[in-house]
């Protein structure tokens, strides 16, 4: 089963949440990039008001590049084979819903979105979109952050050009978890592989064979990205998670608890016993999007 949509959570909790067992045929899936833009999306941190930033976004985008080819079906598949990622020279999605795209392009989480039509919540889209040589050779020779501000900036034109989407930005102030060290410490052992499960070497960006899994109760996996464990660790408390621990690299995680919290530890209390890590209520200031218009796709 490849990556579906899940709503309303950020693209990385929707990747972390699905099977992360898989290469994805050799195309590179957006986890741990994913995963970044979502954190990024809490308050910011840069100062800038959102009118700056609408405008600072409207200059970029008016210098990106776009892609030369693309085509958008209705989905008639199965939603076991939904999914989305980037190739050398363009981007795939299957059987996914725009909730899936929008957050991503906008680096907001998907519950950090309004204003979606009826429509919206009930139709899938395949969408196949290609660039022209020169544009995927320039892409290739950038930096992999340039490389992913790009292709997100790519992604909103697509939106633009093809669903006619207008938006602007809001703030709210929503409860939230900071997530810090508990007393002891941490609890994971720092595992750094230079291969992935399959023996193919880790590179940034490119979704590697692993035995990662979240679902209700657990989470575990090894040489996770802390970044993935966090977006895992937002998907299954119902809010964002603000890094406070300074942790970095990879870890091997086996983390259990009662879903129910009923009869075993709950989250919070299996989190401290088990990783060594602590969730800790507060108010943050979360950056949102607002959908003004949207419309169906315009004709291939």
């Given at each position: ?65 776009t892609y ?18 980037d ?32 429509w919206a ?13 020169e ?25 633009v ?10 703030t ?42 979240s ?17 895992m ?5 119902g ?26 530890p709950s ?34």
């Amino acid at each position: 089963m490849m990556w579906g949509a899940w709503e309303p959570e950020c693209v990385g909790e929707r990747l972390a949440k699905r099977s992360a067992g898989r290469r994805g045929m050799g195309r590179s899936i957006r986890v741990v990039v994913a995963a970044t833009v979502c954190m990024l999306a809490i308050g910011q941190g840069s100062g800038q008001s959102n009118a700056t930033r609408s405008q600072a976004e409207a200059g970029a985008a008016a210098h990106t590049p776009t892609y030369e080819v693309v085509v958008i079906r209705r989905s008639k598949g199965d939603s076991d084979s939904a999914g989305y990622g980037d190739t050398p020279d363009g981007f795939w999605m299957r059987n996914l819903k725009l909730s899936a795209l929008v957050p991503d392009a906008y680096g907001v989480r998907g519950d950090a979105v309004s204003g979606w039509p009826g429509w919206a919540g009930s139709m899938s889209f395949d969408i196949e979109a290609k660039m022209d040589m020169e544009t995927a050779e320039a892409l290739g020779k950038l930096p992999k952050q340039q490389q992913d501000e790009q292709r997100q900036l790519m992604l909103r034109s697509l939106l633009v050009d093809r669903f006619k989407v207008k938006v602007h930005r809001a703030t709210e102030i929503r409860t939230t978890y900071e997530l810090i060290l508990a007393k002891g410490g941490v609890r994971m052992k720092e595992d750094n592989a230079k291969t992935d499960r399959d023996g193919n070497p880790w590179q940034e960006g490119v979704q590697p064979a692993t035995d990662w899994q979240s679902s209700d109760g657990k989470i575990s996996g090894h040489a996770m990205p802390f970044p993935m464990l966090i977006n895992m660790l937002q998907g299954n408390a119902g809010s964002i998670v603000v890094d406070h621990t300074g942790l970095t690299g990879r870890y091997d995680v086996a983390l259990q608890w009662d879903a129910s919290d009923t009869t075993g530890p709950s989250l919070s209390t299996a989190l401290e016993e088990q990783l060594g890590l602590r969730l800790k209520q507060t108010k943050t200031t979360v950056d949102t999007v607002v959908i003004d218009h949207l419309e169906m796709p315009s004709a291939n």
